[in-house]
């Protein structure tokens, strides 16, 4: 274990807060992420990290050489993009100011996800100044188009050159281990009728109808859905509604849901019986909820991904985040998605951790604490020189 005597902590989080202030103060919507990924890489050139780079698709790189070259990287990674602030007038302060109120930046983004990303560059820029040479490769990967679906980051593993022991991701997780998340997987369901004038409405089938009884049936039937031990319950939301005319005489061919399905234990099979058991006697049909995808005949649960607390890799990632912050660290989960998903199925490692709260993310209060960057800092510089 390194002790970290040689580290001023007062101002690597002085300057990680400054960091992140320039970073909120940089709108960085998905697919306009490149003057933030100039800005990252200028910072972390500046910060002398031994390799800065783009990427052809806009995702920002920087590496930290290890002792041992030959040893699988260290990859901390978070996205470049946020979403859209929305109505600006709802925000107590202006979403692009990196305003500091009460111990806390605010702004978009601030948790979800340019607090994090500070974090994560100024852990490695700890060792940098410390002349802290850690036992492996660090790569800091900053990814685009993570709040559209995860482009940048499948691009990352599309294209990986070197070997990967351990991905830790930058979601906001309060400074808790957090070790998966639920799958998944978005459906339409149509309802089929037959379109009449609005004036004659007892002359065709209105799908209305049969849409309400569907969602009036939905909220009991969600206990028939199985929990995950860890991950949490299965959960179904339905999200948009639409129907096949835009005008407002005429009754609809069809209405259609979207239904957002989250677990860890349910398969594409087992939640079309569910949705089979919930529209039992309605006239509908299924299809995927993106463009491009299928529905699949498996039944092969559903997960994001999911690192078992009990194992070796978890046992000493704990270890070295708990020694570095002072406190045993807790183990969790997330509720949102995360790019996670992508780097499980190629049997790469990942947990998250990170500092900020989950449940201000995409709200118009995000906001995060400078207290829990200060100690995220510390579990973070720390994992980096032991593992």
Known sequence: MVIMTTIDWQQLLQDCVSFTRRLIQTPSMTYAEAAIADLIAAEMRRLQFDEVWLDEIGNVCGRLYGQDRSLGALVLNTHTDHVDPGDLTLWPVPPYSGEIVDGRICGRGACDIKGPLAAQVYSMAALKRAGIIPPRDIVFTGVVQEEIGGGGSQYWVDHLTYPVDLVVLGEPSSNTLSLGHRGILSLWVTFHGRSVHASVPHKGVNPNYALATFLQRLPAAQSRLSPHELLGSTSVAPTLIEVDTRSKNVTPAWTRVLLDFRTAVESHNSLLAFIDQVAAGLDY??????????????????????????????????????????????????????????????????????????????TVNESISIDMMAESLRGLVQLLQEF
């Open 285 to 362: 049909s299924v299809a995927p909820g993106w463009t491009g995808l299928e529905i699949v005949d498996s039944d092969e649960p559903l997960s994001g991904f999911y690192t078992p607390p009990d194992s070796e890799l978890v046992e000493r990632v704990s270890a070295a985040l708990s020694r570095g912050m002072g406190r045993p660290v807790s183990l969790g989960s997330y509720q949102f998605a995360t790019d996670g998903r992508l780097f499980a199925p190629r049997q790469i490692p990942v947990v998250g951790f990170a500092p900020g709260e989950e449940d201000l993310a995409h």
